[in-house]
């Protein structure tokens, strides 16, 4: 089945620091992924679309600067936590679907764990 | 906001018990799907319902789908230990399509825990 391998699964950075996390679909190509964020026994919230060879399309609220997604092949997506603060520690959580077609389900990372301390 | 609702939040029941989880939406859709999560993990995708289907099986697990509610539930039937985890159901946006598919909003899950 398809799968989609999230890295790394968790990550320990200092306040005022970048983190890159990166969300490979292995075995189908995928020309969108979806970066969501979790907070603890909380649902996912969508962060943005990332769409391979154009601009991500970040959801309100959401500020694009400080989280930069790049979607440069059609099996790697990079979400970028720039200048990260406490406030950003949460669960990354990162998906595509595996074919195109609003019926088509979400396959999901395992998901990265950031603190900042 | 969030599209979909759940009830209970959590849930507690032994082995071998079945589990009813139940979801509420405001807007039209055309699926709802059903996802699992292990603490910590990702999440899998469980089964999906189309709009016009008013009930979907998949092993133990059945789904229902009320359009005119807008609800949907999730029945785990013999539930196992392993079946501990928190479930997600999730709908696409109104007229889904073109670039939103596979755009999907999650409800706040039910933490179901199955004791052995």
């Known amino acids: 089945g398809a799968v989609v391998s999230q890295h790394p699964s968790w990550v320990i950075c200092k306040s005022g620091t970048s983190v890159k996390i990166e969300c490979r679909s292995l075995?189908?190509?995928?020309?969108?992924m979806f970066w969501y964020r979790q907070f603890p026994k909380q649902s996912l919230m969508l962060m943005a679309t990332?769409?391979?060879?154009?601009?991500?399309?970040?959801e309100q609220g959401v500020e694009k600067d400080k989280f930069l997604i790049n979607h440069a092949s059609l099996t790697l997506s990079t979400l970028t936590v720039t200048s990260a603060h406490p406030e950003d520690s949460s669960f990354y959580i990162c998906?595509?679907?595996?074919?195109?077609?609003?019926?088509?389900?979400?396959?999901f990372g395992n998901g990265t764990r950031l603190t900042v301390t | 906001s969030q599209q979909g609702e759940e009830d209970p939040q959590a849930l507690s029941i032994q082995e071998g018990e079945n589990a009813t989880m139940n979801c509420s939406y405001k807007t039209s859709i055309n699926n709802l799907q059903w996802y699992r999560q292990n603490s910590g993990r990702g999440l899998v995708h469980l089964i999906l319902?189309?709009?016009?289907?008013r009930e979907k099986h998949s092993g133990r697990l059945r789904v229902t789908l009320d359009t005119s509610k807008k609800s949907s539930s999730l029945l785990i039937t013999a539930s196992r230990a392993a079946d501990t985890a928190s479930y997600f159901c999730a709908t696409p946006p109104p007229n889904a399509g073109g670039t939103s598919y596979g755009k999907l909003t999650f409800g706040q899950g039910t933490i179901l825990t199955v004791h052995p």
């Open positions: 998906s595509a679907p595996v074919r195109t077609g609003a019926l088509s389900p979400l396959h």
């Open positions: 075995d189908f190509q995928a020309t969108t």
């Open positions: 990332s769409n391979e060879g154009s601009k991500a399309t970040y």
């Open positions: 319902i189309r709009s016009n289907e």
